[in-house]
């Protein structure tokens, strides 16, 4: 909507239309003409993107993205920390720490700059697992995204009340504590294919 928005208030601006044309990979979010259009954009510095996938030619991002989501190769998931959180994540860095190494328009495979509603689609690391994946989030961005975040779980995996299965900070910032709560409440992501 503010893509649109911005197209119509500065027609020949950044915010242009993107052909969603040439379908290489659907699971993984891949289109020939986004590639295009990314590589055109970057000058040449990205040639190639999965908007489904955290590992494999990931989105990139300016900076001014919402929320960031990195790997915890140790509990086989993600975390998903968002701008107002100011404390340490349990991979040990800060929201501002990771936007340090996800910003700037590079691509980072394990990590993603993204917007809050993004977390609770069908598509969010599709090309992983989806969005039980999830393992831990700020308890204000879980309350934030919960109903709409539990009906995806529902439907995709018949998983009840999912976002309780979400470490968060009032519970654990780091990764024994996590893992110990991930184990109490049998969290998919444990089960699943590793990440890496």
């Known amino acids: 909507l503010d893509a649109k928005a911005t197209k119509e208030l500065d027609p020949t601006g950044a915010c242009q239309p993107v052909p969603k044309e040439g379908l290489e990979d659907e699971h993984k979010g891949i289109w020939s003409e986004v590639s295009k259009a990314v590589e055109k954009a970057s000058q040449g510095a990205v040639s190639r993107v999965s908007l489904y996938s955290i590992l494999e030619d990931p989105m990139t991002s300016c900076g001014c993205f919402e929320c960031i989501c990195g790997i915890v190769p140790e509990a086989n998931g993600v975390l998903i920390v968002n701008r107002e959180y100011g404390e340490i994540t349990p991979v040990g860095m800060t929201f501002g720490e990771l936007a340090s190494m996800t910003g700037g328009g590079v691509q980072t495979p394990g990590f993603m700059g993204h917007g809050r509603h993004f977390i609770a689609s069908k598509k969010f690391l599709r090309a992983e697992g989806g969005i039980a994946r999830i393992v831990w989030m700020p308890k204000e961005l879980k ?36 893992l110990a709560f991930l184990s109490a409440k049998g969290h998919p992501a444990l089960q699943m294919d590793p990440l890496m």
């Open 143 to 178: 309350e934030d995204v919960r109903e709409r975040l539990d009906a995806t779980a529902k439907e995709l995996y018949g998983i009840e009340n999912f976002t309780d299965m979400i470490c968060d900070e009032t519970i654990a910032t780091d990764s024994e504590g996590l």
